[in-house]
C-alpha cells in the first residue's frame, strides 16, 4: 500500500483514493510526519490533543508511557527521580524540586552499611542545616521500648544504625507534607536489621519551621562519616 | 453513515468522498478494521503509536484503561491484583510475580476471620526459619516491644478475640533480590465499633537474597477469611 499524491489538475484514480484512506485507518494509529508525501512514522513529534482541546476519554487496554504524567488535581503518585548507588558516596540529593508544586513527596530508602559500624542517614531541605528541626521518635529495640522527643536539631532522620556488629540492611517509609505557608511536616517509619534480626524499628514525626522558602531539594546525607554502599537506594514519588 | 468502496475507473460520487472525510474526522476517533471495506469498530486490537513511534502527549479528561499500566522505568504504582473473597478461604495467594521487576510492593489488606486467629505472610512458599522481625505496639496505655530471629513467616494481623474479628494492614516491601529484602507493616489487631484493639508496627526481614520473589501468600492460623476479606497488591511499574 503506498500514498498517492494527488496532483492539481488530475483526475483521481478511486482505487488511488483507496489506497490513501486505507494509509490513514488501517492498523495501529502511529503519529505520521506531515510532510503530505510520505507521512514516515514520527516519535514523540506530535500530540493527541491540547490543553484546551482535549478527548473525553482515552479508552485502551494497556497504557504504557515513557516518561511523565499529570493530572489537573494531583491525583496518582508518580516517581519524581531515584538514585541507586554503584559506588560508596555520603550522600543522595535531589534537586530541581517544586514543593509547592507537588504538596506532597514519598521517600523510600534501602540503605546498605558500607562497614559494620553505625549508620546515620539524616535528610535536610533546601540544604538547611540550621537548629530548625524538631522531631517526637517512637522506638522498639528488642523488648525495650522508647520515646523522645527533640527540638532544634539540624536533621531529620531517615535511616540509622548503631549496631557494630553487623552491617544492616535498613528500609525507611517517608512521607512529606512540603507546601509553604505552615512548618512543613514529615511520618517516617524506619528498621535496620541483618539476615533475620531486625535492630531497632522507629518512628518519627518531623517538623521543620521554615514556613516561606518553597522546596527546591531534598539531600539525605550520612553523619556517621561511614558512607553508603554499592546498591543503597532511595526513590522519590510526587503527587502528579 | 456508510461506507462506500470506490471502483477503479469510475467517477466518484462526492457525496461517498464527503462520508469517507466524516469517517476520517468527525466525532470520536474509533479504532477500526483494516479491511478496506467498511471500516468496522474494534476493541483491543490497535495501538495508538508504537515502542518506537509515539504520540508526544496525550491530552484527556479521563483515562479509562480495562487492562494494564506501565511505564519505561517504574515510574507509577499501579494494581498487579486484587482478590476481595466471595466464598470463606484459609489463605490467599498471589502468584506469577516478578519482585525483580517491580523492585517494590504494596499490599493493603482488610482481613475478617471467623475465630480467633494470627494471620501470616510467606513469600515463594518459604516457610523455614527464614525471617526475622522487631515490632512496637501499643494497647491502649500500654506499649511494648520485641525482637524474634528464626521466625517461619511474617505476622500481619492480629484477631485478638473470638467476637472482635477485623483486622488490616498496609505493607510497604523492598523486594528486589540481591540482598535481604525489607518490610515494613502498619497492623491494626482487632477493631469493632469505636475500639482498635492493638495497633502495631512491624519491620521484618526475609533472608532469602538470591531467589526472584514469585508468589506470596497470607493465611490465618485458625479459621477462615470470611467473604468481602479483601487484599490488594500494587507493584511499581
Known sequence: MTWHTIANGNVMDNSDFNDNMDHVFSGSRLPLDSAGTAFGSTDSAFDLGSDSFRHRTLYCDNL?????????????????????????????????????????????????????TNFVLNVIFNGDSAANYGSQELRGQGAGASAARNTARSSLNFMWSAATTTTNKLFSYMHMFLKTGSERNTLNLFMGGETTYVWRIASESGIWKNTADTITSIKFYDSSGNGLATGTTIYLFKRA | MAWVTMTSGQVADASDMNERFNFLCGGTRLPRSSSGVDFTSTTGVYDLGSDSARWNDVWT????????????????????????????????????????????MMIYARMNVDTKSNQFMIFNGDSAANYGRQFIYGQSTSVASGRNTGLVHMQVGLVATTTVRLTGCRIMAHTKSGHERSLIVHTYGGASGTTIYRDIEWVYLWNDTANTITSLKIYTDAGNFETGTSIKLWGRK
Open chain 2, 61 to 104: 479528561n479521563n483515562i479509562n484503561l480495562d487492562g494494564s499500566v506501565s511505564s519505561a522505568s517504574n515510574t507509577i504504582w499501579g494494581l498487579i491484583s486484587e482478590v476481595t473473597l466471595s466464598a470463606t478461604a484459609s489463605s490467599i495467594e498471589f502468584t506469577s510475580l516478578t519482585g525483580d521487576t517491580y523492585t517494590s
Open chain 1, 64 to 116: 504504557q508511557v515513557d516518561s511523565s504524567y499529570t493530572t489537573d488535581d494531583k491525583k496518582l503518585w508518580i516517581l519524581e527521580t531515584k538514585t541507586e548507588l554503584t559506588d560508596t558516596a555520603s550522600s543522595i540529593e535531589f534537586t530541581g524540586l517544586n514543593g509547592d508544586g507537588a504538596i506532597e513527596y514519598v521517600a523510600i530508602g534501602y540503605g546498605i552499611e558500607n562497614t559494620a
